[in-house]
């Protein structure tokens, strides 16, 4: 089944203690972003990559990093977390821009 | 910058109603505009996507317009059903970026 997995899907954690949501596709897309969607603010773009080893700041990169080692992987990191990053995160792909995105199922990110 | 506005914010409609939803950007510059399902606890689902030089696009009882020279777009749900009960978001690409700017969505309630 193609599809995008995120894990893990519920995280609380600690300010200050490094973490990684992983994302994986098994589509062959090219393309892959990270968003974050809060409330009033809607889905806001963090991070994004066109292929391997390219990789670009989106809307709100503040505080997170990715790599992008692998084609069908694209990790997002928060090397500090704090608390203005408890947000649902969703990772997305494509096969290249401009064609339909499919979404992960979400990471609800809880920092304390 | 972009922006992407819908309208209604939320809509409550009894089953088997034809129903309309609105998007609205103001830059006309775009790629293409992509309308997705989000259920709760679940990612989004692209529902059509719409290239810029197209003006609509049909799946089923779904029915997407564009005009992009007014930067509006709206979404048909013919015969609505409980199960279409979810928020709707609308997503446009611009031809100068590679991100996604979505409205905040219209949350749609079908009752039996």
């Known amino acids: 089944e193609a599809q995008v997995t995120q894990n893990p899907r519920y995280l609380i954690t600690v300010t200050g203690k490094k973490l990684t949501v992983t994302c994986s596709q098994n589509?062959?897309?090219?393309?892959m972003s990270w968003y974050r969607q809060d409330p009033g603010l809607g889905l806001r773009q963090i991070y994004y990559?066109?292929?391997?080893?390219?990789?670009d700041k989106g809307d709100v990169p503040e505080g997170y990093k990715v790599s992008r080692k692998e084609k069908r992987n694209f990790p997002l990191i928060l090397e500090s977390p704090s608390p203005n990053q408890t947000s649902l995160y969703f990772c997305?792909?494509?096969?290249?821009?401009?064609?339909?995105?499919?979404f992960g199922q979400g990471t609800r990110l809880t920092v304390v | 910058k972009q922006e992407v506005t819908q309208i209604p914010a939320a809509l409550s409609v009894p089953e088997g109603e034809n129903l309309v939803l609105n998007c609205s950007f103001t830059?006309?510059?775009?790629?293409?505009l992509q309308w997705f399902r989000q259920d709760p606890g679940k990612g989004l689902t692209s529902l059509l996507l719409?290239?810029?030089?197209?003006r609509e696009q049909t799946s089923g009882r779904l029915n997407a317009s564009l005009d992009k020279s007014s930067g509006r777009s709206t979404l048909y749900i013919a015969a609505s059903q409980p199960g279409d009960s979810a928020t709707y978001l609308c997503?446009?690409?611009?031809?100068?970026?590679?991100?996604?700017?979505f409205g905040e969505g219209t949350q749609l309630t079908v009752n039996p």
């Open positions: 997305a792909s494509s096969v290249d821009r401009g064609l339909e995105a499919f």
């Open positions: 589509m062959n897309h090219e393309y």
């Open positions: 990559s066109m292929n391997v080893e390219v990789t």
């Open positions: 830059d006309s510059a775009i790629y293409n």
């Open positions: 719409i290239q810029s030089s197209q």
């Open positions: 997503a446009v690409e611009e031809t100068s970026g590679s991100r996604l700017t």
